[in-house]
């Protein structure tokens, strides 16, 4: 499992910025609801970030 930090790109509202093993990567919110599930979008728009656990399956998606 990998820790996947997650932002907000600033300035968008669809933008998403995951930080995983010193890449960064940026991916439309939808995007990454549909790899993650809805719920992983939940502490984004409470607090404007999140931490996620990926298997190498969804870090594959990601790519």
Not at 9 to 29: D, F, M
Not at 33 to 50: H, M, T, V
Request: charged share 20%.
């Amino acid at each position: 499992m990998h820790e996947l930090s997650c932002t907000w790109v600033p300035g968008t509202i669809n933008l998403v910025r995951l930080k995983v093993s010193g890449r960064t990567l940026e991916l439309t919110s939808t995007r990454l609801a549909r790899i993650f599930g809805p719920q992983a979008l939940n502490d984004l728009y409470l607090k404007g970030r999140a931490v996620l656990k990926a298997d190498s399956e969804q870090l594959a998606l990601l790519a």
